[in-house]
């Protein structure tokens, strides 16, 4: 079974940037795609950018593009996700997930979650 673990949220105020990590556990992480999802209070998980297998593909929420730039080591087994020009509606628990080897992004293509990193955002 593998395991997400995020780092790098926090308090941040509008118009900074955070960049948030995932480190995998497993020896088959650069056979997955791999994103990240946020959930504010009150709303639905969200998928907000994806990468997949071979960093070859992206993908991103309306709401974050320009913004965010997801990347990853597969190397390291690790993802990112460079989150620039930050706003208060950014403020949410950011997941890191673990896709199939195909890039689908509906949510049920996702099995394998980390526990989440909080990032807040002052205006």
């Known amino acids: 079974q593998v395991q997400l673990v995020e780092s790098g949220g926090g308090l941040v105020q509008a118009g900074g940037s955070l960049r948030l990590s995932c480190a995998a556990s497993g020896r088959t992480f650069s056979m997955n795609t791999m994103g990240w999802f946020r959930q504010a209070p009150g709303k639905e998980r969200e998928i907000v950018a994806a990468?997949?297998?071979?960093?070859?593909?992206?993908a991103y929420a309306d709401s974050v593009k320009g913004r965010f730039t997801i990347s990853r080591d597969n190397a390291k087994n690790t993802v990112y996700l460079q989150m620039n020009s930050l706003k208060p509606e950014d403020t949410a628990v950011y997941y890191c997930?673990?896709?199939?080897?195909?890039?689908?992004?509906?949510?049920?293509?996702?099995?394998?979650w980390g526990q989440g990193t909080q990032v807040t955002v002052s205006s």
């Open positions: 997930a673990r896709g199939g080897r195909r890039f689908d992004l509906g949510p049920a293509d996702f099995g394998s």
């Open positions: 990468i997949s297998a071979s960093g070859g593909f992206t």
